[in-house]
Structures are given as structure tokens and as C-alpha cells.
T-cell receptor, first 114, second 111 residues
């Protein structure tokens, strides 16, 4: 079956512009995660959606970052007034349930802020 | 906050050599996963260990979960260039807590 997809694969934007990154999780997966990865380093947790529960936003670095998940499926990560330090690969993952279940990752969106 | 420290951060060795990567924490985990990430792709799960002291083998890869479930190791025998990648451990807390990912080990196998 189809895996996790993300779009766009690459995004170049000017400092100060807003960007939206999209994630289509595996159908039926109730948990969805957003991570940020800089220069091939480890994963920085951003936000976690699990079913109808309130999202865990504890990893969002500033109020310029927000995310929503519509209808328990597609998710959009929005970065407002982008800064150069926002440049990174943004990875989305989904899981059949929350907690310690295996996470399936998308290929990521490489964001470059010029 | 649960933290998972991996060591070494970077490792570059010759093809055919053996290596071990460590994943350490002061926290107890209900289970621990290892992922491998190749350039341009997302991480992919290699194994999950759930019992203290558990050892799992995946071809040339051997994974061990510490007796106290606070640490884990990944041993690769006779490394191949295809083993090159970023290795991430991830610990699962109890209940519905999200996974905590380790700091990562970037492995390069030189042909």
C-alpha cells in the first residue's frame, strides 16, 4: 500500500514569507508526527497528533510554527515569517497508534530560507 | 524529559570491520527501537526490543536491550558499504507517550 507522502519535496522561500508543508499519512493511521532534521542530524520533535486528542505541541520552537490535522488524515505544518534558521528537512511520520508503535516516515520536505 | 544519547556521533570504518553503536539514557523505557536513515529518505525501522536483556539478530546486525531497559547497543559484524547511514535509537515510555529519538550516529563504511 501507499506510504507516507509529503509535499513539496523541496521548497525555497525568501525570509519573511509563510510556507505550508503537507503530509499525507498512511490510511487508517491514527497518530501523526512532525519532526525537523538539520544537516543530517537527529530528529527534533515538533508536534504529535493522536486520534481526537488535543495535539502535543510541546516541540514547536516558536509561535511562528503551527500545524493542523483535518479529518484525522492530512496534516499541514505552517511556518509564518520564515527565518534562515528554519532551513531544515521537515519529516512527517504516521503510526497505527500512539505511544511506542512503529513510525512510518515520509521522505521529507527540504526547506531552504534565503 | 527523557533523553537518549548515542555514541559515537560519527563513525567511519573500513569495509569488513566490526563496530558497536550505543544508546544510553537515565530513563527506563518500555521498549526501544532502532531506525536507519539513508540520504534523502525518512528513517526506516530495523528492530524493536521489549524485554530487558533481550538480544535480536538481523543478519549481520545484533541488537541488545540493557537489563535495566535504560540502554541499548547495535553491533554490526563485517560492515558493508550498504550499512552506511544515520542510525537512530528511539525509546518508548509507558502508556501513550510518544517515542523519544536519540541523537543519532552517522556511520560511513569505506569500500
Amino acid at each position: 500500500g501507499a506510504g507516507v507522502s509529503q509535499s513539496p519535496s523541496n521548497k525555497v522561500t525568501e525570509k519573511g514569507k509563510d510556507v505550508e508543508l503537507r503530509c499525507d499519512p498512511i490510511s487508517g493511521h491514527t497518530a501523526l508526527y512532525w519532526y525537523r532534521q538539520s544537516l543530517g542530524q537527529g530528529l527534533e520533535f515538533l508536534i504529535y497528533f493522536q486520534g481526537n486528542s488535543a495535539p502535543d505541541k510541546s516541540g514547536l520552537p516558536s509561535d511562528r510554527f503551527s500545524a493542523e490535522r483535518t479529518g484525522g488524515s492530512v496534516s499541514t505544518l505552517t511556518i509564518q515569517r520564515t527565518q534562515q534558521e528554519d532551513s531544515a528537512v521537515y519529516l512527517c511520520a504516521s503510526s497505527s497508534s500512539g505511544g511506542g508503535y512503529e513510525q512510518y516516515f515520509g521522505p521529507g520536505t527540504r526547506l531552504t530560507v534565503t | 524529559t527523557q533523553l537518549l544519547e548515542q555514541s559515537p556521533q560519527f563513525l567511519s570504518i573500513q569495509e569488513g570491520e566490526n563496530l558497536t553503536v550505543y544508546c544510553n539514557s537515565s530513563s527506563v523505557f518500555s521498549s526501544l527501537q532502532w531506525y536507519r536513515q539513508e540520504p534523502g529518505e525518512g528513517p526506516v525501522l530495523l528492530v524493536t526490543v521489549v524485554t530487558g536483556g533481550e538480544v535480536k539478530k538481523l543478519k549481520r546486525l545484533t541488537f541488545q536491550f540493557g537489563d535495566a531497559r535504560k540502554d541499548s547497543s547495535l553491533h554490526i559484524t563485517a560492515a558493508q558499504p550498504g550499512d552506511t547511514g544515520l542510525y537512530l535509537c528511539a525509546g518508548s515510555g509507558f502508556g501513550n507517550e510518544k517515542l523519544t529519538f536519540g541523537t543519532g550516529t552517522r556511520l560511513t563504511i569505506i569500500p
